[in-house]
């Protein structure tokens, strides 16, 4: 079973730094590609970033290339997003996903089973 609990949102002023967790209660996910997704009020949710199951690879959205980083640490079942110039497009639930049948870090998050409750992250100007 994969439990997937989120933690880490939180109201902040743009330019600063948020990291958010994602820790996997029940069972070790080391054989799980991670992805962090978004969803803002209105719009669909989509991809923020990825990284498989060894953290040998990576993806971003375009839109936090270069702000956000995505890592993990299997020893600890946790996946962690560090964000980073937050700007208020940025505000949105985050959530995490995950899956064990993916090989590739995919951007749909049809192609994954699990999912976190999600954090809020708002970012005021």
């Known amino acids: 079973q994969v439990r997937l609990v989120e933690s880490g949102g939180g109201l902040v002023q743009a330019g600063v730094s948020l990291r958010l967790s994602c820790a996997n209660a029940?069972?070790?996910?080391?054989?799980?590609?991670m992805a962090w997704f978004r969803q803002a009020p209105g719009k669909e949710r989509e991809f923020v970033a990825g990284?498989?199951?060894?953290?040998?690879?990576?993806d971003y959205a375009d839109s936090v290339k270069g702000r956000f980083t995505i890592n993990r640490d299997n020893a600890l079942n946790t996946v962690y997003l560090q964000m980073n110039s937050l700007n208020p497009e940025d505000t949105a639930v985050y959530y995490c996903?995950?899956?064990?049948?993916?090989?590739?870090?995919?951007?749909?998050?049809?192609?994954?089973?699990?999912w976190g409750q999600g954090t809020q992250v708002t970012v005021s100007s």
């Open positions: 996903a995950a899956d064990s049948a993916l090989q590739i870090i995919t951007r749909s998050p049809k192609d994954y089973d699990y």
């Open positions: 029940i069972r070790p996910f080391i054989n799980y590609t």
């Open positions: 990284i498989n199951w060894i953290g040998s690879a990576t």
